[in-house]
């Protein structure tokens, strides 16, 4: 006969369906983390020499960020001196923070290549638009913030769907598990402990009021009568 908390079916059955839910939640919810920290830094020109690149003004562009590469280590300096930033709506020039002092320059791999940073351009928060920008030898610029890339209606909803279908699975197997503990828990609470002196004693007492509730025969005593001689 089956007996004790390995019998609760239900609570095994919860937990089997609850756990790996719960994992697979978790797993989509930093499948979205990471979705969105890769795109975080975009590839946005591949070796050209004249180009525009946008931020977006439709979301927060404070962190927005262009770095611009080059596929030789030599002429840094010259390389970035020659690029010329032009917004398309205002016709201010800027131009790049040159990186080319620093010892350890930033790198970039990039189809086989490896690139090394000649400067940074960030436009800042209250400018935003197309820029316009030529350069006297091929360029490579990745943009740093989504406000820098081009607004993709697919990757948008690829990531929040990761994230959305991540926490309702997770909050699923969690709810599921918390289930499977109470079952388990139900199950396996320990049964009352019964004294046996009380067991006794309540049983005397039992026993001692069958016997007071039992009826009694009363003896009548039968007087004779006095017989004349």
């Given amino acids: 006969m089956c007996e004790g908390c390995g019998c609760n079916r239900n609570a095994k059955v919860t937990a089997v369906v609850g756990a790996p839910v719960l994992l697979l939640g978790v797993a989509l919810y930093i499948g979205a983390f990471v979705e969105g920290w890769r795109r975080d830094a975009l590839m946005l020109v591949d070796g050209q020499t004249h180009f525009t690149v946008t931020v977006r003004g439709d979301i927060a562009h404070d962190d927005a960020k262009f770095v611009f ?30 990186g080319c002092s620093l010892s350890m320059r930033d790198g970039y791999g990039w189809k086989g290549q490896d690139l090394v940073a000649l400067g940074t351009f960030a436009p800042g928060g209250r400018t935003y638009g197309d820029f316009q920008i030529s350069t006297s030898y091929p360029t490579w610029v ?4 989504q406000s820098t890339h081009p607004y993709s209606l697919v990757e948008e909803h690829k990531v929040v769907g990761l994230a959305m279908s991540g926490f309702l699975l997770g909050l699923g ?17 320990p049964a009352a402990k019964v004294d046996a002196r009380e067991a006794l004693l309540s049983m005397n007492q039992d026993q001692l009021l069958q016997v007071v509730q039992a009826p009694v025969a009363v003896a009548t005593p039968i007087l004779a009568e006095a017989v004349d001689p």
């Fill in 69 to 98: 590469y080059s596929n030789v280590t030599e002429d840094c300096k010259q390389r970035a001196e020659t690029i010329t930033i032009r917004q398309t709506y205002t016709r201010e020039l800027f131009s790049v923070d040159s």
């Fill in 173 to 189: 197997g969690s709810i599921t598990l918390f289930v499977s503990l109470c079952l388990m828990c139900s199950c396996c609470q």
């Fill in 142 to 145: 990745v943009g740093v913030g």
